[in-house]
């Protein structure tokens, strides 16, 4: 082709000569460097600019014994300018060898930053696939606000959440949530362990060594964020949900089983959100429960959400599930948006109260509002410390605010609108965003369209007012 003819001259030669015989100015045809991250306002340094993933194929062999990973990722994307270089977000680990188009490329690392440069430039529009092999002992992150994510061992495995950038200590990749990508990801582990993720077991195998491996796929986009890996001693359980999901789930040893406790109503839960919030998003649903300890927090990675330790309540079965919708499907533009996120799932929780024999949603609202823990043991906590859709900083977002701050926005909203147009308001949004990305501006602007109200002043108040009204 005419361009890779002409990148053996200096690079100001070829600008001019190209400018003179095709009209174009140099840099749509020539390279040059990706963005090294794409200026979140909370993380400034996750992701990259210059290109989108389509799909990432991560080819990884664990031993739990000594913690060595050994993985292979091979990432398909599109250029969305001509790139001379660019910037994959990876944690620890040693690399051992990149191609771009199947040709050695040279990279170079500085603090989580792997950058590439291809042999030859990349022309926008081109869809390119860059192979990483590394290895090495994968560790965690510890996130702005104290908790721990990442790649987490655990007493006989390891367990990976990535919110919000965890997932750049297991594989390289364009760690931000507005590139969302399909996975295949396939663990080679010891006989004896199970290793779970996102999607559906396509299958399981045993390798020449007895080694069992798992060939785990995703095809609908899916936040990097939101991958995970569950290796251990676990027990599987599958199964269907009424309407026919397929479900798997897999639970530590101690921890109870899938099908006792809260976790018992997923497969009913499934089809209430259904009901609510409109299809379920995904191919396949269930739960990863990790031995208690490991990890502060549950995590709704996609598809098959993790606990830490078997789950207590079923409001915290419901946040989590709530999510494939409301942060899998429509997943934020930034990590401004958590609030889209988060006060979904908390409103979540009180929708199936209301709808089960508990309190109604509006109960809820007016016990955050007096802090009455009668009703929700929580109503006391500073859900109005700061507006949900503006968090003070990095270690904020995943604070009350963002969550209860967050569901009485919804709350205000169904009270100006009433519930008819409230729960169209919903389902329109979960649809019109499914398996996409969505800001908070595009939130609002669709709650106005979409109603007929003028909810500015919830907006200014709930949203980015400084205090909800006395
Ligand atoms: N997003 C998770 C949930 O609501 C919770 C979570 C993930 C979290 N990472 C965190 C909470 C870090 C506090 C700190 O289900
Ligand atoms: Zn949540």
New binding site residues.
């Given amino acids: 082709m005419e361009h890779r003819a002409l990148s053996r001259l200096a690079a100001p030669a070829v600008a001019a000569l190209l400018a003179l015989t095709t009209g174009c100015t140099g840099d749509t045809v020539q390279g040059r460097p990706g963005a090294s991250g794409l200026r979140d306002p909370y993380f400034p340094r996750a992701g990259n600019g210059g290109y989108q993933v389509d799909h990432y194929a991560l080819d990884l062999d664990y031993d739990p014994a000594d913690g060595q990973l050994h993985g292979t990722a091979v990432i398909t994307a599109r250029a969305e300018q001509g790139l001379s270089s660019f910037n994959l977000d990876f944690s620890g680990m040693n690399v051992e060898g990149v191609t771009v188009q199947g040709e050695g490329a040279r990279y170079n690392r500085t603090g989580n930053e792997l950058t590439v440069r291809p042999a030859e430039d990349l022309k926008k529009g081109e869809v390119f696939r860059t192979e990483i092999d590394y290895s090495g002992k994968p560790k965690p992150l510890e ?1 702005p ?3 721990k ?1 990442g790649w987490i061992t655990t007493e006989d495995g390891a367990v990976a ?1 990535g ?2 950038v965890g997932s750049m200590t297991w594989f390289p990749g364009n760690h931000h949530p507005s590139d969302k990508a399909s996975y295949d990801i396939t663990f080679t582990v010891p006989r004896g362990y199970e290793a779970v993720s996102n999607g559906e077991l396509r299958s399981r195998t045993e390798d020449a060594d007895g080694r069992t491996v798992f060939a785990w796929h995703s095809p609908e986009p899916m936040a990097s964020y939101l991958a995970t890996a569950a290796i251990g001693p676990y027990k599987v359980t599958t199964g269907r949900t009424p309407s026919g999901t397929g479900l798997y789930s897999a639970v530590a040893p101690g921890e109870g089983t899938a099908d006792t406790g809260p976790l018992a109503r997923l497969p009913e839960m499934v089809e209430w959100g259904s009901g609510r919030f409109g299809p379920y998003p995904f191919a396949t649903a269930g739960a990863i429960v990790v031995p208690a300890g490991t990890l ?5 990675t996609q598809g098959r ?1 993790v606990f830490p330790g078997a789950p207590a309540e079923e409001e ?1 079965v419901v ?2 599930l709530a ?1 494939q919708w409301f ?1 899998d499907s429509v997943s934020p533009k930034s990590w401004k948006d958590m609030w889209l ?2 006060g979904f ?1 908390t409103y979540a929780e009180w929708l199936w109260a209301e709808d089960h024999g508990g309190p109604t949603a509006q109960e809820y609202f007016e016990a955050f509002e007096a802090g009455d823990t009668d009703v929700d043991k929580d109503a006391d906590v500073a859900w109005d410390a700061f507006p949900p859709a503006s968090p003070p900083g990095a270690g904020d977002i ?2 009350d605010p963002v ?1 209860y701050g967050g569901a009485m926005v919804l709350h205000r909203i169904r009270q100006e609108v009433g519930d008819e147009k409230f729960f169209a308001l919903v389902r329109g949004w979960a649809a019109d965003h499914r398996h996409g990305n969505a800001s908070t501006a595009d939130f609002t602007a669709y709650a106005g369209a979409s109603t007929g109200h003028d909810l500015k002043k919830v907006w200014d108040v709930w949203l980015y007012g400084k205090a909800r009204p006395k």
């Fill in positions: 996130d606000d104290g908790s994510e959440v919110e919000p502060g927090y549950a995590l709704e959400p915290l946040h989590e999510h942060g996120n988060e799932a995943s604070a969550y």
